[in-house]
T-cell receptor
Framework: DAGITQSPRHKVTETGTPVTLRCHQT?????MYWYRQDPGHGLRLIHY???????DKGEVSDGYSVSRSKTEDFLLTLESATSSQTSVYFC?????????????FGPGTRLLVL | LAKTTQPISMDSYEGQEVNITCSHN???????ITWYQQFPSQGPRFIIQ???TKVTNEVASLFIPADRKSSTLSLPRVSLSDTAVYYC????????????FGSGTQLTVLP
């Protein structure tokens, strides 16, 4: 399994507070992604990174920002948490072999915004 | 991004072969087809990936017809531990490929 850790694994916070989730990889993969997963839905892409300091928005980026200052770390920040951001957040890293690309997922962070 | 359609749920019995079909009518020339498995409270896990014809690994086979508008994941002799949600995705490799996850197929293996 790819070496991906997420921290914290569980968090409860209050509406209006900033929250930062961390994704750490030991695989030296170039691409990293943040997804959220809600009941009855598949995963939806929030932001992704294709290198240090290179990031872009995904499908549901409003209310979220990201930073990648090192290859191994990709941070997701909820600038002012809202109840609609209660979700499970997954980080993924991408392994590109030739023209094929496969994403490997972390264990997830369960966030509850009260 | 190519849209995929797969059954919402399937039931099977232990020891049977399970085939889950995914349709992707607007698949692009450069798109690969990838299947993931997800257990409750875990991240998706890569199962298999292919471009055309047949691909087989230690856990599954992937059948892709010549027109590539559909694909079938085949799980041989399933066990109770194969109960999970299975996602079919299509997308091109390249810079920061974005995967579009559908709702997936809930496979339930019964004793």
């Amino acid at each position: 399994d790819a070496g991906i850790t997420q921290s914290p694994r569980h968090k409860v916070t209050e509406t209006g507070t900033p929250v930062t989730l961390r994704c750490h990889q030991t695989e030296n993969h170039r691409y990293m992604y943040w997804y959220r997963q809600d009941p009855g839905h598949g995963l939806r892409l929030i932001h992704y990174s294709y290198g240090v300091k290179d990031t872009d928005k995904g499908e549901v980026s409003d209310g979220y920002s990201v930073s990648r200052s090192k290859t191994e770390d990709f941070l997701l920040t909820l600038e002012s948490a809202t109840s609609s951001q209660t979700s499970v957040y997954f980080c993924a890293i991408s392994d590109k072999r030739g023209v094929q690309e496969t994403q490997y997922f972390g264990p997830g962070t369960r966030l509850l915004v009260l | 991004l190519a849209k995929t359609t797969q059954p919402i749920s399937m039931d099977s019995y232990e020891g049977q072969e399970v085939n889950i079909t995914c349709s992707h009518n607007n698949i692009a020339t450069n798109d690969y087809i990838t299947w993931y498995q997800q257990f409750p409270s875990q991240g998706p896990r890569f199962i298999i990936q292919g471009y055309k014809t047949k691909v087989t690994n230690e856990v599954a086979s992937l059948f892709i017809p010549a027109d590539r508008k559909s694909s079938t994941l085949s799980l041989p002799r399933v066990s109770l531990s194969d109960t999970a949600v299975y996602y079919c995705l299509v997308g091109a490799s390249g810079s920061a490929r974005q995967l579009t996850f559908g709702s997936g197929t809930q496979l339930t293996v019964l004793p």
